[in-house]
């Protein structure tokens, strides 16, 4: 059950309430949703309010998550777990609590510990790193593309990402790192 906040710190409305010069991709602002949900299992969890920013309780959100974090009761993958931090500070700051940049290393501190202690013991979580794309796979990718308009852009867009080393969603969106690939 999520906790309501104290009447003296409004709910941030959207994520970011910032205007950037860009609007975050949808999938920036679930991910922000999804990790403030989080954090506010873990205050209900440890009886905290959600507006508590302090090193201690920051420390203990990561001990949390990969301990139990999950809604199932599993612990996160340690880079689930970074993901969730970074948003819950982000949250915690829209909503003007204070929280410092040290407070924020020493969360990370103990994360990249837990996460060393995880591997030491043998427990790996989560999908691991990816693999890497090859010509072969290029060229299977390319040769599966439809003889039609909308096949030689998907060539196009495959042939451009690969070449630059571009993550999945950066040809989707149409932009990297700010530039316009000039869209389709």
């Known amino acids: 059950m999520v906790s309501t906040p104290p009447a003296v710190l409004p709910r941030p409305r959207t994520w970011p309430t910032r205007s950037p010069p860009r609007s975050p991709p949808d999938n920036t602002t679930d991910t922000y949703s999804k ?80 996460a060393v202690q995880l591997l030491q013991a043998g427990e790996r979580r989560g999908r691991g790193q990816a693999v890497g794309g090859d010509i072969d796979g290029l060229y299977a990718i390319a040769r599966a593309c439809p003889d039609t308009l909308t096949g030689d852009r998907d060539k196009a867009l495959v042939l451009t990402a690969f070449h630059y080393a571009s993550r999945s969603q950066d040809p989707a969106t149409g932009t990297r790192s700010g530039n316009d690939y000039g869209g389709c």
Request: proline content about 2%; some cysteine.
């Open 35 to 114: 990790s403030w949900r989080v954090w506010a299992r873990f205050c209900a969890a440890a009886g905290l309010p959600e507006a508590e920013g302090s090193r201690g309780g920051l420390v203990a959100f990561v001990a949390w998550m990969l301990r139990e974090g999950q809604q199932n009761g599993k612990g996160y993958a340690p880079s689930s777990a970074s993901t969730h931090l970074a948003a819950a500070v982000v949250g915690l700051r829209e909503w003007g609590v204070m929280v410092s940049g040290d407070d924020q290393a020493e969360a990370r501190a103990a994360l990249e510990g837990l």
